[in-house]
């Protein structure tokens, strides 16, 4: 039961940066053998946010049981056949990314593989390398890309120009975008997560005539979504005849036309402002294929507005179907493979980092 095969192309990966549980095996950096995630969406609906010290406890819960189920999924009985043990470091919480590497250790350590640890927003990365047990053979992102990453925590865009190398182009300057929909979302009195709530929101929009400022940032590849919350909030003030100061933090009673309307003029300044810095990176860039990975590139209507400017302009997109855009152990397989035949190694002193930057080249 122990040893591995340097050649199997089999990464167990074990990811715990945040609410999601997740155990995946993944072969040769690209398909899926299993991928289990058990969600914590539900737990933390009630707070309208995550709690860490409770994320942790319900990692704890829940890590030997996505372990073994991923573990049975993908036929293991005997660990001769996985190349090595993958696990998100950082970014994160602490208290969730101990779980996980703390599991990942042992997995290494009892069956003799090399642990190699990941960055979680490389993983959004490599999930648009990833395909489905049963799905048809595809051709690989091309070099040189553009990766737009947005979710709750970051949002940024990087070249590629092979793999593991990225250059930095921008990035958020306050708030990520999915920070702001959760937040906005809220304050509309929409369900956690906010993202999907307002996406669905505003597909009951009638007149779609709300107008919320966009921060292009001098024409820069830079984001600020700082200020649109700002906006969100005196147009709700507004539709309520009050303070802005006087709104209550756990939303709002509107007639849900107007949360309708609110939630499509927010939603539409943000997807337009992602996609028009995408497309214009991509096009500036001279890149042959745009990725785009996170939470909040399930967003249907932001995976519409680029994939259809991307074809106009000949370029090839590649977005994860939304289970994997959320966080998942799948795209921590994808991205540790890649490590893994590069030489990266972590020992038994490997530590949580919840801060952990992304390694880019700044802006040429």
Not at 1 to 21: F, P, Q, W, Y
Not at 117 to 136: F, R, S, T
Not at 310 to 315: D, E, K, L
Not at 321 to 344: K, Q, S, V, W
Request: hydrophobic content about 45%; some cysteine.
């Amino acid at each position: 039961m122990t040893g591995a095969s340097a050649g199997s192309g089999r990464i167990l990966a074990v990811e715990s940066s945040c609410d999601e549980t997740a155990v995946a095996v993944v072969e040769n950096g690209r398909r899926i053998v299993a991928n289990v995630v058990a969600s914590q969406v539900a737990l933390h609906g009630a707070t309208g946010g995550i709690v860490p010290e409770v994320a942790a406890r319900a990692h704890l819960r829940w890590m030997i049981p996505v372990l073994e189920e991923a573990l049975s999924r993908a036929g293991i009985e005997d660990w001769s056949d996985v190349e090595a043990v993958a696990v998100t470091e950082g970014p994160g919480l602490a208290g969730s990314l101990l779980v996980g590497i703390t599991m990942a250790k042992t997995l290494a350590w009892v069956h003799g593989l090399p642990l190699v640890p990941v960055n979680h927003l490389e993983g959004h990365i490599y999930a648009a390398w990833l395909l489905d047990p049963d799905e048809e053979e595809k051709p690989e992102p091309e070099f040189p890309l553009i990766a737009l990453v947005v979710s709750g925590g970051h949002t940024f865009l990087v070249e590629m120009k092979d793999h593991l190398q990225y250059r930095l182009l921008g990035q958020t300057v306050d708030d990520a975008a999915g920070e702001a929909f959760d937040k906005v979302g809220r304050l509309l009195g929409l369900p956690y997560p906010g993202g999907p709530a307002i996406m669905h929101a505003a597909e009951g929009a009638q007149h779609r005539d709300r107008a919320f400022p966009r921060a292009w940032m001098n024409d820069t590849f830079d984001f600020s979504f700082s200020g649109l919350k700002t906006a969100a909030r005196r147009e709700v003030a507004l539709e309520l005849g009050v303070e802005p100061n006087a709104l209550a933090v756990n939303g709002v009673s509107l007639p849900d036309s107007s949360v309708a309307e609110l939630a499509y003029g927010f939603q539409d300044s943000v997807v337009d402002v992602l996609s028009s810095k995408t497309l214009r990176a991509a096009e500036e860039s001279g890149a042959r294929t745009i990725v785009v990975g996170g939470g909040v590139a399930a967003n249907s209507v932001l995976r519409r507005r680029i994939e259809e400017g991307a074809a106009a302009r000949g370029i090839r997109t590649l977005v994860p179907r939304p289970g994997l855009c959320t966080d998942n152990a799948a795209m921590i397989g994808a991205a540790g493979f890649y490590r893994a035949r590069a030489g990266e190694r972590g020992g038994s002193d490997l530590a949580a980092k919840p801060s952990l930057k992304l390694a880019v080249a700044p802006p040429a």
